[in-house]
């Protein structure tokens, strides 16, 4: 089974052996890839959508693995009981979503050993949002592909050794910094691109709103700055001194 360059590095970050939960399955393809491969020994596909779950369950019965991958009708984690999968996967969905997926299934998430996120936006809500709820970033990736950018992580409960993130690693992540990860670098240059357009755009404004916005954007360029120089400088301290 062929799948997308974001969804197979999201399916790199499942532990092997773990069974999965698939929020949001759409065509049940990460679940079938993985049980095929044998990553996995069995998972649950679940869907808030009756179509897309009925196209998953034709992809099951395809690959005959309907003994291994229950498709189920569900609002994020409503339909998941505690203890039923050790992975979470939620991709694909929007950053404040995924939190909302995230505070209403506390429950089930008490008993899981690891949530597999790639948020498409508010990154940095999700990840404050883990800091907060008691669970570690262990381990992101981020991929190009067809000009867009996909950051995703692995996290999990911190035991009780709570670690405060700082505001450049709430926006661009942990791991991709300590990482140094090239496709980071990257974004981070496309981000600049976009901020400094829409700061030369605003430069001809003199509105209260276009200088309060432009006050942001100069703030956020010293962040994609500071960030920028974590992955190619040498040295550089962890919590950057405010401008």
């Not at 050790?86 to 995924?98: E, K, P, Q, W």
């Not at 809500?125 to 669970?135: H, K, M, P, S, T």
């Not at 035991?159 to 450049?168: D, F, I, P, R, V």
């Amino acid at each position: 089974m062929q799948i997308s360059k974001r969804l197979t590095a999201v399916s790199g970050l499942i532990t092997p052996g773990c069974r999965l939960a698939d929020v949001g399955t759409d065509h049940g393809y990460i679940p079938i890839k993985l049980v095929l491969s044998g990553r996995i020994p069995s998972a649950i596909a679940m869907d808030v959508n009756q179509g897309p779950l009925e196209r998953a369950r034709a992809h099951i019965r395809e690959y005959h693995l309907e003994t291994q991958i229950t498709a189920r009708l569900s609002d994020g984690l409503e339909q998941l009981s505690p203890g039923e999968a050790d992975s979470v996967l939620i991709a694909g969905m929007g950053g404040m979503l995924t939190v909302r997926i995230l505070k209403n299934g506390k429950a089930v998430l008490k008993q899981v050993k690891e949530l597999i996120l790639q948020p498409q936006s508010d990154i940095r809500e999700v990840r404050l949002f883990l800091q907060e709820e008691g669970f570690r970033i262990a381990e992101e990736d981020m991929v190009e592909e067809d000009g867009k950018f996909y950051p995703m992580m692995r996290a999990v409960p911190d035991g009780g050794k709570k670690e405060e993130l700082s505001e450049l690693q709430l926006l661009y992540g942990p791991c991709l910094l300590s990482g140094k990860h090239p496709v980071l670098l990257r974004y981070l240059e496309h981000e600049r691109g976009l901020l400094e357009r829409v700061q030369n755009k605003l430069s001809r404004e003199e509105t209260q709103g276009a200088l309060q916005r432009r006050e942001e954007i100069a703030q956020s360029l010293w962040m994609n700055e500071q960030a920028g120089c974590r992955i190619t400088c040498s040295e550089s301290a962890d919590h950057p001194a405010e401008p």
